[in-house]
């Protein structure tokens, strides 16, 4: 399936748009539209992505050096690891991944020496998202306003504000957000204008990772 020799699988448009933005003002020069550095597929939700025949198909690809898969932990991150450690067991194309998830993410070999690598999103261990990760990217001393934007979500809730428990995250960032100036940007327009920092020492476990699985 892969048309590129780096392939990153994502659950979203919000991790299409916003991974180039975050390696690009990290130093990976991402390239064009038509050929970037790595290919990403998104995958419209991490059901398209835990899928053993998805795994095999992509490992077996013409071409292919590198492979990435990059989810959400959402409620529960070691249940989501087990799910994506077993998909690639029942692949039958990674016989040799480990039982845990290295916190610093995990680079192996598959069995025809293509190079897999898995990220959980927000850090490898605790639960939440993207929204999560980039929440860690504050510029210093906004520390205030980011603990208002998580009181002020508490009162909308209390209000009747229909938004779950699981998309927390999301609603605390975009109230955050909307009050910067400019107000409202998206994820990635945050990351690309730096109103969310990009540099961030929270960020770079995420950065290596991605440079050593793509040797960039």
């Known amino acids: 399936m892969a048309i590129h020799k780096n ?9 299409l748009r ?8 990290n130093g990976i020069n991402w390239g064009t539209r ?9 995958c419209e939700g991490c059901e398209n992505i835990i899928n ?30 087990i799910a994506i450690r077993n998909a690639c067991r029942d692949s039958k194309a990674v016989s040799n991944i480990p039982d845990e998830l290295p916190e610093e993410g995990l680079i192996i070999k598959a069995d025809n020496g293509v190079r897999i690598g898995i990220w959980i999103m927000p850090d ?5 998202m993207l929204e999560t990760f980039l929440g860690y990217l504050l510029p210093k001393d906004n520390s205030s306003l980011w603990e208002f934007a998580e009181s002020t979500i508490n009162s909308a809730r209390e209000q009747g504000a229909p938004f779950t428990e ?22 990635h327009q945050a990351i690309k204008e730096r109103i969310l920092d990009p540099q961030h020492p929270e960020a770079q476990m995420f950065v290596n990772w991605f440079r050593e699985l793509y040797q960039l």
């Open 124 to 128: 490898n261990k605790l639960p939440g």
């Open 166 to 187: 699981y998309h927390r995250e999301k609603a605390r960032i975009y109230s955050w957000l909307a009050w910067q100036k400019p107000p409202g940007r998206q994820l």
């Open 7 to 15: 392939v990153l699988l994502v659950e979203g448009q919000d991790e």
């Open 52 to 81: 053993k025949d998805v795994i095999a198909v992509e490992l077996k690809a013409d071409g292919i050096e590198a492979l990435g898969i990059l989810l959400d932990a959402d409620e529960q991150p070691q249940d989501r690891w």
């Open 34 to 42: 038509k050929n970037p550095v790595v290919l990403l597929r998104d």
């Open 18 to 25: 916003s991974i180039p933005e975050l390696m690009e003002i």
